[in-house]
């Protein structure tokens, strides 16, 4: 019975998610967005090295996900699940591909940015590609263009998409070796739909977080990259999934040691390199702008790793490789929301400042209150996140050239704090909420945990049926 329950929501969930929102969106209409046309000079036309670069950087956040993330997470599991972790991040490439393409695009940047009263989510005029890929028209290829941009919004949909892909696979460490993989794959689908696209739309397709935005709450927010939409969703939706599936068999009782840390050490290299298309991807052109985000994600990345390992080394009397590469992607956490809108020097304080803050949530808060978070996805994305969308409140500037015309963070007397603070709440209570209840549907429906055999003998041979090891 349990089989075809989980057959009938895979079957159903796409359909589902895609008229959820109809009611909080306008009638479906196609907006007539510029267009390039192959035989004519386009008025804007396409910027070639703009194009070049945001295609480039596309590429480098899927490199996050897989090699990246892949290697990282399974390099931190028993051997007995090294698979299973690295088919949930190959899976959810494909998964959240198509979702992103069906509809999760038009959720997040469907319909006019400027809007009364505002919306929490985008309009359905892009459904289905619709006014995103080229067309044959009048015996000539039409390409959609950006409004805003100088780019195809066909390059801007890749983009968004790759942030579409990571961001669920980050919660995949929380519940790591324990969750069946059908339930994975249903709680995948409702939470891209109903946390990541609302929040997508409030922070970057003119909602009511975006900073400038008419409709925004205290003025907006600044998340350059995704502090909140990616980073704190995540990692607080990870906390909520560590609390709900409960701790592996063993877990405080049973060594459970990293089986492979070379694995982890290319993952993070992967992902630090992957991060400049996250990041200075995120100007969303070739430009000044891009290289600031560039230098700073950079150097937080490196004076967070610094800062963990300086801290294991006093508190342990050795630096260790697990946490030089735990630090290097807390800082490449934390300068995510302020890459475009800080300076290098405070990006190097921003990755001082969460070495030390995300060692602490991973070691002794999580020690403290005894949750099997069981690859930190919360103490360092929903920590690191957290930490960085405040820190973004008072060092931002509008010295990096991020278009803004009024002063941003503490230091130049802005005041963006207030917004800061109010994007994180909301994100917070958004992700708790929602994960909570599609956690306990989903339980209540099919079930989440792998029964008690099956998570002794690992995921890789329960759930898939292979080794990731073969010994002859």
Known sequence: MKNRRIGWLLSVAFFVCVFFFWGNSPALAVEEPA?????????????????????????????????????FYSGLVRKKNVLGVMMQCVFLMCLMSVIWVLYGYTLGFGGDAIRTPPKWIGSLDHLWMRGVQAEWKDGQSVIPLHPALTIPRLTHMLFQGMFFIITPALICGAFAERMKFSAMVVFMILWGTLVYCPL????????????????????????????????????????????????????????????????????????????????AGS??????????????????????????????????????????????????????????????????????????????????????????DSLDAFGVHGVGGTLGAILTGVF?????????????????G????????????????????VTFAILKLLDAAIGLRVTRQAEIEGLDFSQHGEEGYIFI
């Open 283 to 372: 100007a969303l052109a070739a430009n000044g702008l891009a290289a600031s985000a560039f230098a700073a994600t950079h150097l937080a990345a490196a004076a967070a790793g610094l800062t963990w390992a300086g801290v294991e080394w006093i508190v342990r009397g050795k630096p260790t490789v697990l946490g030089t590469c735990s630090g290097v992607v807390a800082g490449l956490v934390c300068v995510t929301p302020a890459a475009g809108f800080v300076t290098p020097m405070p990006a190097l304080l921003m990755g001082a400042a969460v070495g030390v803050v995300c060692y602490l949530a991973c070691t002794a808060i999580k020690s403290r209150f005894g949750y099997d």
């Open 35 to 71: 267009l390039e046309v192959a035989s004519a000079a386009p008025a804007p036309a396409v910027d070639h090295g703009d194009n070049a670069w945001m295609l480039t950087s596309s590429a480098l956040v899927l490199l996050m996900t897989a090699p990246g993330l892949a290697f």
């Open 200 to 279: 997508c739309h409030a922070v970057w397709g003119g909602g009511v977080l975006q900073y400038g935005s008419p409709n925004a709450w205290a003025g907006g927010a600044l998340d350059f990259a995704g502090g909140t939409v990616v980073h704190i969703s995540s990692g607080v939706s990870a906390l909520i999934c560590a609390l709900v599936l409960g701790k592996r068999l063993g877990y405080g009782s049973e060594p459970m040691p990293p089986h492979n840390l070379t694995y982890t050490a290319i993952g993070a290299a992967l992902l630090w390199v992957g991060w400049f298309g996250f990041n």
């Open 414 to 433: 802005g005041r963006v704090m207030a917004a800061q603070l109010l994007a994180v709440a909301v994100t917070w209570v958004l992700a708790v909420v």
């Open 396 to 412: 931002a500037t509008r010295a990096t050239g991020a278009f803004i015309d009024q002063p941003l963070g503490l230091l130049e």
